[in-house]
């Protein structure tokens, strides 16, 4: 079983940065992929980054590649995602979501956090 609970959102203006945490429970973290999930109002969630359980191998969808950074720091047990030039279309709320090895290759998540607002005004 895997815990996971985010901080960091807030509101924020274009153009600014925000740097989510999720933190997880569980001795087990190192040997699960992580991804960051958003689902905007009256939208469907959508996976917008991903990194495997070593760090080496991370993914993110084209409208935040080269404003976002995910990262994971195994010894803390937390995974960031460090979001730069906001723009008022990233307005979502924002969850961390585990996946096992069993899952591997597939957008299946076992775990969620309860997800964090980002706001960002123009």
């Known amino acids: 079983q895997v815990q996971l609970v985010e901080s960091g959102g807030g509101l924020v203006q274009a153009g600014g940065s925000l740097r989510l945490s999720c933190a997880a429970s569980?001795?087990?973290?190192?040997?699960?992929?992580m991804g960051w999930f958003r689902q905007a109002s009256g939208k469907e969630r959508e996976r917008v980054a991903a990194?495997?359980?070593?760090?080496?191998?991370?993914s993110y969808i084209d409208s935040v590649k080269g404003r976002f950074t995910i990262s994971r720091d195994n010894a803390r047990n937390t995974v960031y995602l460090q979001m730069n030039n906001l723009k008022p279309e990233d307005t979502a709320v924002y969850y961390c979501?585990?996946?096992?090895?069993?899952?591997?290759?597939?957008?299946?998540?076992?775990?969620w956090g309860q997800g964090t607002q980002v706001t960002v005004s123009s």
């Open positions: 979501a585990a996946q096992s090895p069993r899952l591997a290759g597939s957008y299946e998540y076992d775990y």
């Open positions: 990194i495997s359980y070593s760090g080496t191998y991370t």
């Open positions: 569980g001795r087990t973290f190192s040997s699960y992929a």
